[in-house]
């Protein structure tokens, strides 16, 4: 009898034990509006907060919001800190070799640059990007003079105070900002880049990235992926 009930206790205790590691904790910057940031109650908001968690019922999975610098989110994730990153995080060869990628939730989305003047120079002038982004990368190779800050709003101040002719970054999060700054404005071309976004989840976690692979190729297949991209306007639609 009381065998049978150290195995019970024993059971129990596995159980929950493997409960707790059910819990997949989701990273985000929460800096990177609409794609995700902090809504007035410091919750994780956004296109990507509603993405994940509709990704994670459909895995069934209990999953849990953690942010994190963009400077070091890639490295957080390796070291264990969270189980993926959801951060508006384009897939590319660079990343790919230190992490592994689900399929893409969005489609490559256009950048673009905001400056306060039409005529500034985007090939020879400073450039302000994001520091470890691929638009930081295009300007580096540009022949343009890069200047990198950790925030996306540090970025943009730059430009408002001078210290930057220019910002590139993803249009979808510039075109807000030129819409609700007068002195601001989109100039120049757009410039395609990326291949599309993704989640990012370590090269050992097979199991886990075949079950968001799934989870959104069903929400491709029955069209709630393209109603949440309209609804949140990041992105063109698959």
């Known amino acids: 009898m009381m065998k049978s009930i150290l195995l019970g206790t024993a059971a129990l205790a596995l159980s929950a034990g493997m409960g707790l590691a059910d819990t ?8 990177y509006a609409p794609w995700n940031f902090l809504n007035d109650a410091g919750e994780v908001d956004g296109f990507e907060r509603e993405l994940g968690d509709e990704l994670c019922k459909r895995a069934e999975l209990t999953c849990e919001w953690v942010t994190n610098d963009w400077d070091s989110i890639i490295p957080n994730l390796v070291s264990g800190n969270y189980d ?9 060869d660079e990343r790919d070799e230190v992490i592994d990628f689900t399929q893409p939730y969005t489609p490559p989305d256009p950048s673009a640059y905001i400056a306060m ?8 002038g400073v ?16 022949g343009a003079t890069l200047v990198e800050f950790a925030t996306p709003e540090e970025t943009i101040a730059a430009v408002r ?13 510039l075109t807000p900002v030129a819409d609700e700054d007068p002195d601001l404005m989109i100039v120049g ?10 989640m990012g989840l370590r090269e050992s976690d097979t199991e886990l990235r075949e079950k968001f692979d799934a989870a959104i190729q069903s929400m491709k297949d029955d069209g709630t992926l393209n109603e949440m991209i309209q609804k949140w306007e990041v992105s063109s639609t698959w």
Request: aromatic share 4%; charged share 20%.
């Open 24 to 31: 997949v904790r989701m990273g985000t910057e929460g800096a």
């Open 84 to 92: 993926t990153i959801i951060a508006g995080m384009s897939i590319t």
């Open 117 to 124: 003047s039409e005529d500034v120079d985007l090939e020879g």
């Open 127 to 142: 450039i302000a990007a994001q520091t470890g982004t691929i638009q930081a990368g295009y300007v580096a190779e540009s």
């Open 161 to 173: 105070n001078g210290e930057a002719d220019a910002v590139l970054a993803d249009k979808s999060f």
């Open 189 to 198: 071309p757009d410039v395609p880049l990326g291949g599309g976004v993704g």
